[in-house]
């Protein structure tokens, strides 16, 4: 089975420029996430989808994120304005059912804001 | 708030030897834990878990051991090897509320030859 799929591996890019993730999860998950991971701490859930309906973004700045997982397959997730503070790593994860369990991640995107 | 909490940021362990990782959580209702296993530049990759039904859980070389009076897991890996060298993520889920994982900060373990 092909693991969760994220692009770009790499972003680099000014302070107050807007960037966007992609990612594609495992055929047939019907849960997906999204993590940023600053360097030093653990992943923090941003977003949660069931499908393509939201579950719990309870810790997604919405001032300047956004996401959206359209036709409950892909999902984009959008930095507009970035701050310095957003330097991370954006981990997209799926699950079959939403239960918790049979996490699998993707690789991630680092981006750094300058 | 850190409801989980990993003490040990790093962890240096010869080879052959045991390497024993610890976590504590705080949340009373959490009731599944996992550890991940992170490598430079790729995504978490799930190790084991365990429900708080069970004090023990092993797979091999990994065991992960649960105290639930002490809110309290640690993982050994025995023997430990140079393959292992990572960043181990404790992770903790309530699954009567939510399916979103409280991560720890992580422990970066050094196997050594």
């Known amino acids: 089975e092909a693991g969760v799929a994220q692009s770009p591996r790499y972003k680099i890019i000014e302070k107050r420029q807007s960037v966007a993730f992609w990612c594609n999860p495992i055929?047939?998950?019907?849960?997906l996430y999204w993590y940023q991971q600053i360097l030093g701490q653990g992943p923090k859930l941003l977003i949660q989808?069931?499908?393509?309906?939201?579950?719990?973004d309870s810790q997604l700045p919405k001032d300047r994120f956004s996401a959206e997982r359209l036709k409950g397959v892909d999902s984009t997730l959008k930095i507009q304005p970035a701050k310095l503070e957003d330097s991370a790593v954006y981990l997209c994860?799926?699950?079959?059912?939403?239960?918790?369990?049979?996490?699998?991640f993707g690789s991630g995107t680092r981006l750094t804001v300058v | 708030d850190q409801q989980v909490k990993q003490n040990s940021p790093s962890l240096s362990v010869q080879e052959g030897r045991i390497s024993i990782l610890n976590c504590d959580y705080t949340?009373?209702?959490?009731?599944?834990f996992l550890w991940y296993k992170k490598y430079p530049a790729e995504g978490p990759t799930f190790l084991i878990s365990?429900?708080?039904?069970?004090d023990k859980n092993e797979d091999g070389r990994f065991t992960v051991f649960l105290n639930k009076s002490a809110k309290h897991l640690s993982l050994h890996i025995v023997p430990s090897q140079p393959g292992d060298s990572a960043v181990y993520f404790c992770?903790?889920?309530?699954?009567?509320?939510?399916?979103?994982?409280?991560f720890g900060t992580g422990t970066r373990l050094q196997v050594t030859l």
């Open positions: 055929s047939g998950h019907a849960t």
């Open positions: 994860a799926s699950s079959p059912d939403g239960g918790g369990y049979g996490y699998t």
């Open positions: 989808f069931q499908n393509n309906g939201v579950v719990d």
């Open positions: 365990i429900s708080s039904i069970k």
């Open positions: 992770a903790a889920l309530d699954t009567g509320t939510a399916s979103k994982l409280t």
């Open positions: 949340n009373s209702m959490f009731d599944y």
